[in-house]
């Protein structure tokens, strides 16, 4: 087939362009007959545009009018062969691929790195077997055979002579013999067939490449040698046509060094997939008088998807997407993988992301409130995040001694979680069997429930159920040809890998924005376009990791390498530069995994210094994606929800509190006003506050014992460190973290070094007097102090001289660093915590004596001695306190909690709120 270029220039949309084309060239009488007419496009849709335009034109000039024959480059061989052997779907080519490894020796199966999952079956393979069966896909492809390429590699100065080229030619053979026995054939045995046979329904025929800027190999030969005209529409002037090869396909030699025609305006910069999001709502405000069907949004990673779907949502504009939404983005998916994840680990982490889904979470709540009304998801989950933070289980284990009400209910809650998932256990089963056993839990699940396919959830919840049904069906036909043995977590794996490349429908919604795949842009004749996600390893697709066919031998062969893959792109973006009213292409900063990205080469500037103040505007410009990402979310969207009017203050403080308002007003409010709380289960070690709280647990039990007096340095670091010992059997156990054993054994250490400075102490004539004393300033006389508020403290420890006649409060600081007094309290002539000061006040008052020594006792990981550290405060400094005190009291009763301190550098529950907050107050300022 001789092919004949067409080059249609930009001045119009490119399938309008053909329309043209066609209707001037190709129409062999006045009747529009397009039978003769094959179209191959890079899309459906292109193609299914073209046909709405040869309908529209026959329509409007009142002509009979007999369709052409649309299809894409990947379903042409199956269109026009004439094949009787059924196709090969992908699960049996799977299979097949899995008897052939059967076939391998293990030397073979080892120089192909097979050898540790050869009798794993077909799960354990997977992974494996879809590379080998892309693999022979590209390299048919190109052309050639595997054992072409390993005599390449014989004869050739830069490619090793590689045996394992000859193992996959054995193997591929293996596999053709598998397709032979059951009489089937594959896509590759399908599309070789047609350069050997002339199907009938080519005679006459003429066939039009529409866009096709990249074929493989194969294909350029299967159109040469077809027995049919050819014509291939390239989207670009005539003056372009040495940029294109025959078939009309880019040339990488002639577009790896250029720099397109972009200027600022064309490129806006985000950060995370939201960010980007809310950019994309912009342009589309920006373009408000126009009609949705003259915008079209493009994206080169699936993962913006969610992030563009939730910003028209909440903006109540209407979505479409002939991509669909991705399986693993469906409800249904999303619960089978937690469930296969929790069932292959049985890890506290994998049950706690199962039962906190929305759908496990309301039939265990249902099954709960059969037994008492007062169960609520915050009790619930509130209990399990008590529990993991107490005990740190790494599998889920209830044998640690909790609250009774808490056991209680998360014993209740555990069950009935085993009732649903019934009889699940490690054996293996009839595939039949196993999806049997699904289906009772789905329907356990789901069963019960009404959707209405008007409602965008319940439509993807509907279609999510139909696709994961039907595969299931496919899977089952298959098991007839290939029996399978699974368990119930293999089980899960398969059907999630079956279904997780799938999509589902989006609901049909009138006038909506279309949404696309990139590559189609250049194609839709939308007027205006925005392309998001144009970031290097999307746009363009780098591969640069493959073990058989490396970038290099990809050059070699003619397939798909990264300099054709920059042209492809190259061409498309130019296209649309050039027929577009209105580009926009947005880059952000941040993958959906919080990765950073890269800037695309493409979208680099023509200009060397408009270059590089774009390089660094990308890479240094300072914006907090997780502030934006909070702002989008519309959790803090008007600025009175920085400080919420009528806020009651509590009638008590403790004396820690004070501190917190002098780190920062704004997150003091937070805290102690409004009492916000972080909420998790991820605990995997003992974080500060909880080996504080356990090294001040062991203390106070030994302030309460006969030892207490001791003054045997050995006999009371044993006791201590036995009681450390008895603690981790008791509150973590065997099944906590490994580290947190670790953790213990430091702590032991902590322990010895404090038997010996007590030893020391008590030597010296020091005796605990009180321990863990509670002190409240409503029940002292204190002259300074007239507040509506009272403060609550709770000293560590308090001791007592007989000799010096002196009481000594010392406060207990476990800490990795182990700061000094100064850096804890009183730095640069500033109070930055009162909490010493105000225990000897309190104290003082209760004891009528001032004559009271402050002390910190610094216990840190890296201390093999500990110091007693005592305040050398005078007593205008600690009056100081107190008058500090008394300032921050009226401040607080005021309601002065504004501003926020942007320089926080403790580690900070409530950085994103306060991020957000000091966003907004600055654009209030504007």
């Not at 997407?321 to 982490?349: D, P, Q």
């Not at 169960?375 to 993991?388: C, E, I, N, T």
């Not at 300072?622 to 929800?641: I, Y």
């Not at 409503?778 to 420890?797: C, F, K, Q, V």
């Amino acid at each position: 087939m001789l092919i004949n270029r067409v080059f249609l220039d930009w001045q119009q949309p490119f399938i309008q362009s053909v329309c043209e084309f066609v209707l001037k060239k190709l129409i062999r009488n006045q009747d529009l007959d397009l039978s003769h007419l094959i179209f191959i496009t890079s899309g459906s849709r292109a193609g299914r545009r073209l046909l709405e335009l040869f309908v529209d034109h026959a329509q409007s000039n009142n002509l009979p009018f007999v369709p052409p024959l649309i299809t894409t480059i990947g379903r042409f061989p199956s269109r026009i062969s004439q094949q009787t052997k059924p196709l090969a779907g992908e699960w049996h080519r799977y299979c097949l691929w899995q008897c052939a490894i059967e076939k391998l020796t293990a030397d073979e199966l080892a120089l192909l790195g097979l050898g540790a999952n050869k009798d794993k079956g077909l799960i354990a393979q997977l992974g494996t077997i879809k590379y080998l069966d892309r693999l022979y896909d590209e390299v048919a492809g190109a052309g050639v055979s595997f054992m072409q390429i390993a005599e390449l590699g014989e004869s050739s100065e830069d490619l090793l002579a590689d045996q394992r080229w000859i193992v996959l030619d054995k193997l591929k053979n293996a596999y053709l013999q598998e397709l032979e026995k059951r009489n089937l054939i594959d896509s590759v045995g399908l599309s070789q067939s047609l350069l050997h046979t002339h199907p009938e329904r080519l005679q006459g025929k003429t066939i039009i490449l529409v866009g096709l800027s990249e074929l493989d190999v194969l294909y350029k030969q299967i159109f040469s040698a077809l027995p049919a005209e050819g014509y291939s529409l390239v989207f670009a002037p005539e003056d372009y046509g040495q940029r294109f090869d025959e078939y009309g396909c880019v040339l990488s030699e002639k577009w790896v060094h250029e720099y397109l025609p972009l200027s600022k305006e064309h490129i806006l910069l985000a950060t995370t997939p939201a960010s980007q999001a809310q950019t994309l709502l912009n342009v589309i405000k920006e373009s408000r008088n126009i009609d949705n069907d003259q915008l079209v949004v493009g994206f080169t990673d699936k993962n913006l998807l969610p992030a563009i779907e939730d910003i028209c949502k909440s903006n109540n504009l209407a979505m479409r997407s002939s991509l669909g939404l991705a399986m693993k983005y469906n409800e249904i998916f999303v619960f089978i993988e937690h469930l296969r994840n929790y069932i292959s680990s049985s890890s506290f982490v994998d049950y706690a992301a199962l039962i906190r889904l929305p759908v496990v979470e309301k039939y265990l709540l249902k099954e709960l409130k059969r037994q008492s009304e007062n169960v609520s998801a915050a009790l619930l989950f509130g209990a399990w995040d008590k529990y993991q933070a107490q005990h740190l289980q790494a599998v889920i284990s209830l044998s640690r001694e909790l609250a009774h009400s808490d056991n209680v209910l998360l014993s209740q809650a555990h069950n009935a979680l085993r009732n649903l998932l019934g009889a699940i256990d490690k054996e293996e089963k009839p595939l039949a069997q196993c999806c049997d056993l699904l289906g009772q839990i789905l329907s356990c699940l789901y069963g019960d429930l009404i959707l209405a396919r008007s409602c965008r959830e319940d439509s993807l919840l509907y279609e999510g159920s139909l696709l994961i049904e039907g595969e299931i069906f496919n899977l089952l036909q298959l098991e007839r040809d290939f029996p399978l043995r699974l368990s119930f977590a293999e089980t899960l794996s398969l059907i999630l890998a079956v279904v997780g490349t799938k999509t589902v429908p989006l609901p049909d919604q009138a006038e909506a924005i279309e949404v696309l795949g990139w590559l189609e842009l250049s194609h839709d004749d939308a007027p205006i376009a925005v392309l998001m996600g144009a970031n290097e390893g999307f746009f363009p697709e780098s591969v640069n990791a493959d073990i058989f066919l490396p970038n290099y031998l990809r050059q070699k062969l003619g397939l798909l390498d990264n300099d054709l893959r920059f042209a492809r792109d190259a061409f498309a973006l130019l296209t649309m530069l050039k027929s577009k009213k209105k580009l926009r292409i947005i880059a952000g900063k941040e993958s959906a995994g919080a990765e950073r990205l890269l800037l695309s080469r493409l979208l680099l500037l023509p200009d060397a210094r408009d270059r590089a103040e774009q390089i660094l505007q990308f890479y240094n410009e300072a914006t907090s994606a997780q502030t934006e990402s909070f702002l989008e979310s519309g959790k803090l969207s008007e600025k009175q929800k920085l400080l919420p009017a009528a806020t009651s203050l509590p009638p008590h403080l403790a004396v820690t509190a004070l501190g917190d308002y002098l780190k920062c007003p704004y997150r003091f409010y937070l805290k102690h006003i409004l009492r916000l709380r972080p909420s998790t289960d991820k605990y995997f070690e003992l974080d500060g506050a909880q080996i504080g709280a356990l090294m001040h647990d062991i203390f106070s039990r030994f302030a309460q014992s006969a030892l207490k007096d001791c003054s045997d340095q050995e006999q009371l670091s044993k006791y201590l460190v036995d009681l450390a010992e008895k603690t981790y059997q008791s509150q973590f156990g065997p099944t906590s973290y490994a580290i947190v054993y670790a953790q213990i054994y430091q702590l032991e250490e902590k322990l010895r070094a404090f038997a010996k400075w007590q030893t020391e102490h008590v030597k010296q004539g020091w005796r605990i007097v009180h321990n863990e004393y509670a002190l409240s300033s409503a029940n002292l006389e204190l002259p300074w102090l007239s507040s509506t508020i009272s403060l609550d403290g709770r000293i560590d420890r308090v001791d007592y001289n007989e000799s010096l006649k002196r009481w000594l409060i010392i406060d207990y600081k476990v800490s990795e660093n182990g700061k000094n007094l100064k850096q804890s309290y009183f730095y640069r002539k500033n109070w930055i915590d009162l909490q010493l000061p105000l225990y000897r006040a309190f104290l003082g008052a209760e004891k009528k004596d001032r004559n009271i020594k402050l002390a910190y006792l610094a216990i840190s990981s890296a201390a093999t001695e500990l110091k007693l550290e005592e305040a050398s405060w005078d007593e205008d400094t600690l009056l100081s306190a107190e008058e500090k005190t008394v300032e921050i009291l009226q401040a607080i009763e005021k309601q002065i909690f504004w501003p926020a301190n942007p320089d926080y550098v403790w580690y900070d529950d409530y950085r994103e709120i306060v991020e957000a907050a000091l966003l907004l107050a600055r654009e209030g300022a504007e």
